[in-house]
Nanobody, 112 residues
Framework: QVQLVESGGGLVQSGGSLRLSCTASGTVFTFYTMDWYRQAPGKQRELVAT???????NYANSVKGRFTISRDNGENTIYLQMNGLKPEDTGVYYC??????WGQGIQVTVSS
């Protein structure tokens, strides 16, 4: 079973940056496609970015050009570098594997 632990969230002003990390344990990390999702208050959870085990990436239109997903297979960790943050990026960010495991979520708040 996979355990996922996120870190790096917090409060930042509009235009600022944050880097989220998600460390996996309990399994072989390189076999999984890894995603970041987010859920804003009162809204459905949405896919933000995906990184396949071979390193291919994909992004939601709303974050293209501002967010970068990357992975370090040796450290069993994926990252989400978030630049040019906007208030609408506020929400709880979740790490996820394509086999259905979720992290506990971490809060990101962007003030205007």
């Amino acid at each position: 079973q996979v355990q996922l632990v996120e870190s790096g969230g917090g409060l930042v002003q509009s235009g600022g940056s944050l880097r989220l990390s998600c460390t996996a344990s309990g399994t072989v990390f390189t076999f999984y496609t890894m995603d970041w999702y987010r859920q804003a208050p009162g809204k459905q959870r949405e896919l933000v970015a995906t990184a396949t085990m071979r390193g291919a990436t994909n992004y939601a239109n709303s974050v293209k050009g501002r967010f970068t997903i990357s992975r370090d297979n040796g450290e069993n960790t994926i990252y989400l570098q978030m630049n040019g943050l906007k208030p609408e990026d506020t929400g709880v960010y979740y790490c996820h594997t394509n086999l259905g495991s979720w992290g506990q979520g971490i809060q990101v708040t962007v003030s205007s």
